[in-house]
């Protein structure tokens, strides 16, 4: 029987056939464990996130007892709130506070362009002041803008009055109340915009400010056509978040108006209404729907921003 002989060509070639098996091997043996790294973060949102949702929806079809125990009773809470005319109220002073704070969004940007020019000193401690009311407790900051806004020995009345104009009882005034809790989240959330829009624009090639510059655009040209196209992804991403973080306005009204404000009716906003019928009047199965309520608002504004981002946003 003649022996069979192997060439340098075969020799190689089941070498790297056998490696193709042992790396087709681990491929197989490594197709579980990678997943071991997302476990906790998909346990986390399961728990934390998606299973409140489901109690809560399974909430909202039921009426609690004084004593606890719930009874399913259906759409009768979907009914009622539809029927509540504190709800559309409630609706309207939510998108009200929600647009004021995105008129921040503007201010971010131009405030972004001035602090990352080349060359400025102190950029960085002018992105930390910035910063520094968004990562400070809203109770606190309302605290202390309720001392600024208060009617009779506040700083802004006594501004005013060097004029002889007299300031009206900020938080306390229909309609002066909501505008002024909006004013300080505008300010409050100028850090964060602030930081993101520095970080887009970092991203910009400064290549095409020098081209531009070559062909005699003057800065606020450039700012139209190259700082602002280009920020876009960056503003999208500031709109999103800004947009939902408003519809969960709760803490800083709280804080600044307090529950036994005479004004209070015709300033909250749609938490607050959650926080005032889960709370305070123990209408658990109410407070659910009226919690139902938010998250379809926010769902379906953050798919509207999705759906419509592609006709304004530049991704380069």
């Known amino acids: 029987m003649k022996a069979r002989t192997l060439t340098p060509a075969s020799k190689s070639g089941r070498a790297a056939e056998a490696t193709g098996d042992r790396r087709k091997g681990k491929s197989k043996s490594d197709?579980?464990?990678?997943?071991?790294?997302?476990?906790?973060?998909?346990?986390?949102?399961?728990?934390?996130?998606?299973?409140?949702?489901?109690q809560t929806f399974y909430y909202s079809f039921t009426k609690w007892g004084v004593f606890g125990g719930t009874k399913f009773i259906g759409l009768d809470n979907y009914v009622r709130m539809f029927a509540?005319?504190?709800?559309?109220?409630?609706?309207?002073?939510?998108?009200?506070?929600?647009?004021?704070v995105l008129l921040g969004i503007p201010i971010a940007v131009v405030l972004a362009s001035l602090i990352e020019r080349p060359g400025l000193r102190f950029a960085?401690?002018?992105?930390?002041?910035?910063?520094?009311?968004?990562?400070?407790?809203?109770?606190?900051?309302g605290i202390v803008w309720r001392l600024i806004y208060n009617g009779d020995f506040g700083p802004i009345n006594w501004f005013l009055g060097l004029f002889g104009i007299q300031g009206p009882y900020w938080t306390s005034t229909p309609g002066f109340a909501l505008l002024a809790v909006a004013t300080v989240g505008l300010w409050m959330s100028l850090?964060?915009?602030?930081i993101?829009?520095?970080?887009?624009?970092r991203e910009i090639p400064?290549?095409?400010?020098?081209?531009?510059?070559?062909?005699?655009?003057?800065?606020?040209?450039?700012?139209?056509?190259i700082t602002v196209p280009l920020l876009t992804p960056s503003i999208f991403f500031v709109?999103?978040?800004?947009?939902?973080?408003?519809?969960?306005?709760?803490?800083?009204?709280?804080?600044?108006?307090?529950?036994?404000?005479?004004?209070?009716?015709?300033?909250?906003?749609?938490?607050?209404?959650?926080?005032?019928?889960?709370?305070?009047?123990?209408d658990k199965g109410y407070a659910a729907a009226i919690g139902i309520l938010i998250l379809v608002i926010i769902a379906l504004l953050t798919a509207f921003q999705f759906r419509i981002q592609k006709r304004w946003v530049n991704y380069v």
């Open 124 to 141: 960085a401690l002018y992105r930390t002041l910035y910063f520094i009311p968004y990562i400070t407790m809203p109770a606190a900051v």
């Open 206 to 225: 400064r290549e095409l400010f020098e081209a531009a510059e070559m062909d005699g655009a003057s800065r606020v040209r450039q700012f139209f056509s």
């Open 31 to 54: 197709g579980w464990w990678p997943w071991l790294f997302v476990v906790p973060t998909v346990a986390g949102i399961g728990v934390f996130y998606l299973w409140p949702i489901v």
């Open 239 to 282: 709109t999103i978040v800004t947009v939902i973080s408003g519809f969960q306005l709760f803490d800083l009204l709280y804080v600044m108006m307090g529950k036994a404000n005479l004004a209070m009716p015709q300033t909250q906003s749609l938490v607050y209404i959650f926080y005032n019928q889960a709370f305070l009047q123990n």
């Open 191 to 194: 850090g964060f915009n602030l």
């Open 196 to 201: 993101i829009i520095s970080a887009g624009l």
């Open 84 to 100: 509540d005319s504190t709800i559309p109220q409630s609706i309207f002073n939510t998108l009200i506070y929600t647009v004021v």
